[in-house]
């Protein structure tokens, strides 16, 4: 079985804070691909990244940054210098071939970033 | 444009009477997929399809029902909807690859009383 925790249910920040979001997964598969999503206030979910098992090398998109440690079993997402428009539900997702493809979810992050 | 579209966005009914919620996607993708979102749960899946005329289970499957007739429509079948099928539904689709990023309509939020 395959499992995504995100451990923060809410972050609160003001505005050009710098905000971290954690994720841990649980996977049998050696090779998987693990994502970020966004869900906005209007509720539609966008994708941000995906990364695979075995690119262990840290991306910066932007504002955005992501860090993938396989030995923690981690998938961390970073924004820098919050903006307001970066309030929203962040959900990490894993997706592996044990599982029947199938994409997992964690619970996501509320971060509501404050003027 | 590509997209998946869902309908209807808001829906409220009662306790019984039949209902289905459309999805259609224009990307020719393999795979489709329905999700309910409850807070503090994340997404759970509800059933998927890999291609037409097959589908299967996900994890909270119990109350609904799906049919992949066409590539392009997946719809979602609730045949007696009950109070604990309130919630914010959302279809998705992607190619047939595991590592194909899933690509969503814009939800349904359905009330069942």
């Known amino acids: 079985a395959q499992k995504v925790t995100q451990a923060q249910t809410e972050i609160s920040v003001v505005e050009k804070e710098d905000v971290t979001l954690d994720c841990v997964y649980e996977?049998?598969?050696?090779?998987?691909?693990l994502f970020w999503y966004k869900q906005p206030p209007s509720g539609e979910l966008v994708f941000l990244i995906r990364?695979?098992?075995?690119?262990?090398q840290n991306e910066i998109s932007g504002r955005y940054s992501w860090n993938f440690q396989k030995s923690t079993s981690s998938f961390n997402f970073t924004i820098t210098a919050s903006q307001v428009v970066d309030s929203a539900v962040y959900f990490c997702?894993?997706?592996?071939?044990?599982?029947?493809?199938?994409?997992?979810f964690g619970g996501g992050t509320r971060v509501l970033v404050k003027p | 444009e590509a997209q998946v579209t869902q309908n209807p966005r808001y829906l409220i009914t009662v306790t019984g009477k039949k209902l289905t919620v459309t999805c259609s996607q224009n990307?020719?993708?393999?795979?489709m997929s329905w999700y309910r979102q409850d807070p503090g749960l994340g997404l759970r899946q509800i059933y998927y399809?890999?291609?037409?005329?097959?589908?299967d289970k996900g994890d909270v499957p119990e109350g609904y029902k799906v049919s992949r007739k066409e590539k392009r429509n997946f719809p979602l079948i609730l045949e007696s909807p009950s109070p604990n099928q309130t919630s914010l539904y959302f279809c998705?689709?992607?190619?047939?690859?595991?590592?194909?990023?899933?690509?969503f309509g814009n939800g349904t939020r359905l009330t069942v009383t």
């Open positions: 997702a894993l997706s592996g071939e044990a599982a029947g493809n199938k994409l997992t």
């Open positions: 990307m020719n993708h393999e795979y």
């Open positions: 399809s890999m291609n037409v005329e097959v589908t």
């Open positions: 998705a689709s992607r190619l047939d690859r595991v590592n194909s990023p899933l690509h």
């Open positions: 990364r695979n098992s075995f690119d262990e």
């Open positions: 996977t049998r598969d050696t090779t998987y691909y």
